[in-house]
């Protein structure tokens, strides 16, 4: 955090794989404002090869659109003189694929997967855990860790004063792979060791001489705690000195990166995108006091971000995306899965050969309100399985003790339950092109909802420009600067989802409602397998009464009312009665399209002349 | 029985005596007279007498119309027409049946004659293949068998065959997985009863299991026994579980541990291993005793994970609060299938389970056909003879 001195000005880059996006932010007033964007190419591979040439480009459009000066020739200028220059410049870093990591843990549900979270927490992509029990033969581990070359490998294993023995010969494994970096030849590779802590004599003598070897506290201390922030901290400090410093460019980057404190200058880290992601997450998540589920679905990867219970979890699907990876979503998802979603007849050749246009074309964006329904309907399914995944390993901590009544007789919970609970779910957001750039907002709103099935009182938003890279490395030097951005500029509200869970008769009245809108109080019965929208605007705020008939249930209990606070948005309020645990969707082709029509309708998401366009 | 009478010699010194003679066998003759009458009179209305159904050759059936019948029915028997007759029982007459078994009851294959209230009919007692009064059961064995063998085939083809959730085999992996990481032993307990006792040979089965489970893990495993009968069957168990998985060399013997059979020696003996050892995860899965709750608790105490099992119902509170999963009853001895999921042993699962559902259908029918007054359809189909 910047220390007594107020920032004026902040200037934030996130260097993608494609684009280098810029944006300038100011103190107007009491808070700050996001003032203008802008973006270039990334030139981080041939011919430029340096990435420093991409952050300029998107300065300059920065410089011409706000209409101030930053750039003195090749120099951002710091701190701000006048109306020249800005107090602070910070970047994140997604580019030449990020940060790829290997981990090990003795057993892989346990350290295995706490090694796991503290990677993917600190932004990088796991490519493989490597684990005691994982039933491959040691010389496929070490084939497998020479094939792979990760930019750096997490050891952890045992608890402190717990197993030796299998921790040593993870590192054995490591040292007999003696793997090279991805990045750069001239370096050893970077191993974090963050295993039992009584190993650690043995582990410096087989890994000291061979790889770059960093010791940190242990991860699993004890079974029943994790301690992830020491390797997570490792991570990025080794991510700098080792896997940015190779990268073309970067080490020019790394010494522009800083900001204006009293005592003068002070140097900021470059993160790694995803990590700034989960950081701006944190924030919000923590400062109002909320549970978040945040997702950015790009063209390969989609990830994941919550907050539940205050853990913050992040989770990369590797292979869902909705260009290079849009055929594994169709492979994964199925295609029955995908056709569920297309609310008009379709040939399954036709829709195999659009998805596969799709990947090899991956820049090209939909030219018909057909082709949109289509890569609308894969992108539900892309979010729909990440989120699966993400439900996977957000969960407790596996191998505690477990205190029981009697009580528990006949329902006995195990560990390791998940940790995303949907109906105490207060915000939803979602990033990426195909949920930010929807043509319209509603199309978002229905993408969320049939992908994440929120339940209760659930808020949706998305990322207006994706900036929340930039707002998470801010966080880390003035989180009142980029909570301001953030709640003021980086989201768009798109309104309150209300669902109740349960199943009732189709037809039969779900829901009433009693809504002090604006414009006055509005009642509102919702028949099961409908949904209503109502307006809200952004900015406003709305007490309801909600009545769930039967045994569908709010959260309150089952055929309880709840009265509750709903805030708007640029698509207002959603009351979705369509049943959750579970939701289904008319497996017969003409009742599916019907009711698809019909939700479309009500929340007028496409034009309602696509059935007859369609046909 | 009626036996054929010699006259006394008539006495020379007294006519009166004589007299007296002619007038008793006067009386006699009226007497037999009579009595030949009544029983001429009381012929069994509806006598028949024939093989016994449905056994093994070793009975007749002497049946009559109880109604019809007298006051009392006498039923004798003889290996020929003439007799001799032996009486067999003696009956009031609405018992209306009498079936010649047993102790001095007829053989396989003889002709036998039956006089009842003197009248005659003969028959042969024959084995019969098929016992009629049985075809319930054999039907009811048929279904519980086809049941099986429908989802052995199943099974064997690779079909999913669900088996719902349980918490603590589940569990098995975890337990064995938290030893690993403490580097601490994985302590499996298999009741307290002799080799003989299901509960026993169940719990080797899930031994096996685990005994794999330990060995790809690569941490230690205890096998405490109370019964020495026992420890040959461990010992086999646990060295072909390492087995199994490649790792002979990590078994050690010297961790199946006979150590006494008598009941609390047994228990302050392992409850020693718990606090000296501290193993990570405890495993009681057997015929449990009064011992459960003390093994349990002293388990607690040591920070274990522990998993416990058994069809003794008495010990399973004591278990549900100190350990951290119980199978109750059932849950048991689905362990084996539910861990090794062998097709054979998740087929003879689910067929057992399926028989109980229709058992269950039955009985809520039955009982709902009883409470309407129409009981006895049912009864009739559950009735062994």
């Given at each position: 955090m910047s220390e007594g001195k107020e920032l004026r000005s902040i200037l934030a880059t996130d260097c993608g794989s494609t684009t280098t996006k810029a944006i300038l932010i100011e103190k107007q007033g009491d808070s700050y404002r996001l003032v203008v964007r802008g973006e270039a190419p990334t030139t981080?591979?041939?011919?430029?090869?340096?990435?420093t040439k991409g952050v300029l480009n998107a300065i300059m459009e920065v410089e011409e659109l706000a209409g101030r000066k930053l750039l003195d020739g090749d120099k951002i200028i710091v701190p701000q003189n006048g109306t020249e220059g800005v107090d602070a410049y910070l970047s994140t870093s997604s580019a030449g694929g990020g940060l790829q990591m290997m981990v090990t843990g003795v057993v892989k549900s346990m350290t295995g997967e706490s090694a796991e979270r503290a990677a993917l927490g600190a932004g990088a992509i796991v490519m493989d855990i490597v684990a005691s029990n994982d039933r491959r033969l040691p010389h496929e581990k070490i084939r497998r860790i020479r094939d792979l070359r990760p930019d750096m490998i997490l050891l952890s294993g045992g608890i402190d004063g717990g197993t030796k023995t299998h921790v040593v010969e993870l590192a054995e494994i490591i040292a007999a792979a003696d793997p090279r970096p991805r990045?750069?030849?001239?370096y050893d590779l970077p191993v974090i060791y963050a295993g039992n802590q009584d190993a650690i004599p043995e582990i410096e003598e087989r890994l000291g001489g061979k790889t770059s070897l960093e010791v940190t506290e242990n991860i699993r201390p004890v079974m029943e705690r994790e301690n992830l922030m020491p390797a997570r901290h490792k991570i990025h400090d080794l991510f700098m000195e080792h896997v940015m410093a190779q990268a073309p460019g970067y080490k020019k980057l790394m010494s522009w990166t800083g900001y204006q404190t009293n005592s003068g200058w002070t140097s900021a880290p470059i993160m790694p995108t995803p990590a700034a992601v989960g950081n701006i997450i944190q924030t919000i998540a923590k400062q109002e006091g909320i549970q978040v589920v945040g997702v950015d679905i790009g063209g390969a990867t989609t990830d994941v971000f919550s907050v539940f219970q205050d853990v913050f979890n992040r989770t990369v699907s590797a292979n869902l995306g909705m260009s290079y990876s849009v055929s594994n979503v169709l492979a994964e998802a199925g295609l029955p899965n995908v056709m569920r979603w297309v609310p008009f007849d379709m040939d399954e050749s036709e829709l195999r050969n659009r998805i596969k246009n799709k990947m090899i074309r991956p820049t090209t964006i939909p030219q018909s309100l057909e082709e949109l329904i289509i890569e609308q309907a894969i992108s539900r399914e892309a979010l729909r399985l990440a989120f699966e995944q993400h439900k996977a390993l957000a969960v407790g901590l596996k191998g505690v003790q477990q205190e029981r009544t009697i009580s528990d007789t006949f329902e006995q919970s195990s560990s390791g339950e998940t940790l995303i609970d949907l109906l105490g779910l207060d915000l939803l957001v979602g990033s990426g092109g195909v949920l930010s750039h929807a043509p319209r907002r509603i199309q978002s709103v229905l993408m969320m909802l049939d992908a994440f099935l929120p339940e209760g009182v659930t808020q949706l938003a998305v990322d207006s420009i994706f900036m929340m890279p930039q707002l998470g490395v801010l966080a880390e030097v003035n989180e009142r600067a980029a909570t301001d951005v953030f709640v003021a500029d980086c989201l768009i509200r798109l309104g309150t989802a209300v669902a109740p869970i349960g199943k009732g008769k189709e037809g039969q009245t779900a829901l009433k409602a009693t809504i002090q809108l604006p414009s006055g109080a509005q009642h509102v019965e919702v028949p099961f397998g409908s949904m209503v929208r109502l307006p809200l605007a952004v900015g406003e705020t709305a007490n309801a009464t909600f009545e769930p008939q039967g045994k569908l249930d709010l959260g309150s209990g089952p055929g309880k009312s709840l009265q509750t606070e709903l805030v708007g948005g640029v698509g207002g309020i959603f009351l979705d009665c369509r049943g959750r645990r579970p939701f289904e969707i008319p497996t017969d082709p003409a009742s599916r399209i019907r009711k698809l029509t019909e939700w479309s309708d009500a929340l007028e998401v496409y034009p309602k002349e696509h059935a007859t366009a369609s046909a | 029985m009626i036996k054929n009478r010699t006259p006394l010699p008539a006495s020379p010194s007294s006519a009166k005596r004589l007299a007296l003679s002619a007038c008793s066998g006067l009386v006699l003759f009226l007497g037999l007279a009579a009595l030949l009458a009544t029983s001429a009179a009381a012929a069994v209305p509806g006598l028949v007498v024939r093989d016994n159904p449905d056994d093994r050759g070793e009975a007749i059936l002497v049946e009559w119309d109880g109604e019809a019948a007298g006051d009392s029915v006498r039923v004798e028997r003889a290996e020929s027409e003439a007799g001799p007759w032996v009486m067999r029982r003696a009956l009031p007459g609405s018992a209306a049946r009498f079936v010649d078994q047993g102790e001095g009851g007829p053989e396989r294959g003889k002709t036998y004659f039956y006089r009842v209230n003197g009248q005659v009919l003969s028959a042969t007692p024959t084995a019969q293949w098929w016992n009629k009064g049985r075809t319930n059961l054999f039907l009811i064995l048929a279904l519980y068998l086809g049941l099986i063998m429908v989802f052995l085939n199943i099974a064997r083809k690779g079909g999913s065959l669900f088996i719902r959730k349980i918490a603590g085999l589940d569990a098995m992996e975890e337990a064995i997985g938290r030893a690993t990481e403490m580097g601490k032993p994985v302590l499996y307990v298999p009741g307290i009863d002799d080799a003989n006792n299901i509960q026993t040979i169940y719990s080797m089965a899930i031994l096996n299991s685990v005994a794999k489970m330990v060995a790809q893990y690569d941490t230690e495993l205890i096998v405490p026994l109370a019964k020495a009968f026992v420890l040959p069957l461990a010992e086999e168990t646990v060295r072909s579980g390492y087995m199994d998985v490649g790792r002979p060399d990590s078994f050690r013997a010297d961790n199946i541990r006979f150590l006494s059979d008598e009941q609390f020696a047994f228990t302050a003996a392992v409850n020693g291993i718990m606090l000296r050892e501290k193993p990570a995860a405890n495993l009681f899965l057997g015929s449990f005793f009064a011992e459960s709750l003390v093994l349990a608790e002293t388990g607690f105490t040591t920070g274990a994970i522990q998993i416990a099992g058994t069809a003794n119902i008495h010990q399973l509170p004591f278990f549900v609060v100190a350990c951290d999963y119980t199978m109750i009853g059932e849950e048991f001895f689905a362990t084996s299938a539910y861990l090794s999921r062998e097709p054979m042993l998740v087929g003879t699962l689910k067929g057992g389970d399926m028989m109980k559902l229709v058992i269950m259908v039955f009985l809520v029918v039955a009982a709902i056909a009883a409470t309407m007054g129409h009981s006895e359809a049912f009864r009739s189909l559950l009735v062994i003879r």
């Open positions: 981080v591979e041939a011919p430029f090869e340096d990435v990045l750069g030849s001239s | -």
